[in-house]
């Protein structure tokens, strides 16, 4: 899926309008640290950059996770065997299957990839 600049548009937008609901309370906070010096005014200025830095961060993985859901289109398996009608065997490309697990090993995922029915191809399990 594409991204649109409409997409990067969004973000600025959101994480805008959330940094300026954000804004009086997190002034107050850093003009709140000038009695306790220059050092800890700096400090809870760098901390509240860092706050707002991180919210681009996190608006941007929740507006990509939706965008991607709302906007995609059904993905649709080819039927069995169009790659050897549209390919060939085409022996000489060869395949390798990674298989990750995490200590939760399933024999039945293992078996159905190893089902393929394609002539080139090499198995690996990743634990």
């Known amino acids: 899926m594409k991204k649109s600049p409409r997409l990067y548009l969004i973000i600025i937008a959101a994480w805008l309008a959330l940094t300026v ?3 009086v ?17 700096a400090l809870v200025g760098i901390s509240t950059a860092f706050i707002i ?3 681009l961060n996190g ?9 991607y859901y ?5 993905f649709t398996l080819p039927p ?3 790659w050897r009608h549209k390919y060939g065997n085409a022996p000489d490309k060869r395949v390798v299957a990674v298989y990750c697990t995490c200590n939760d090993f399933n024999g039945d995922s293992l078996q159905a990839c190893m089902t ?4 080139n191809i090499t ?3 990743l634990d």
């Open 21 to 23: 609901v954000a804004a």
């Open 25 to 41: 309370p997190l002034l107050n906070v850093i003009t709140g640290a000038h009695k306790d010096g220059w050092l800890v005014t």
């Open 53 to 55: 830095y991180f919210w």
């Open 59 to 67: 608006i941007k993985d929740i507006i990509y996770t939706l965008y």
């Open 70 to 74: 709302l906007g995609r289109s059904t």
């Open 80 to 82: 069995d065997g169009e």
């Open 116 to 119: 393929q029915d394609y002539p």
């Open 123 to 125: 198995f690996v399990i």
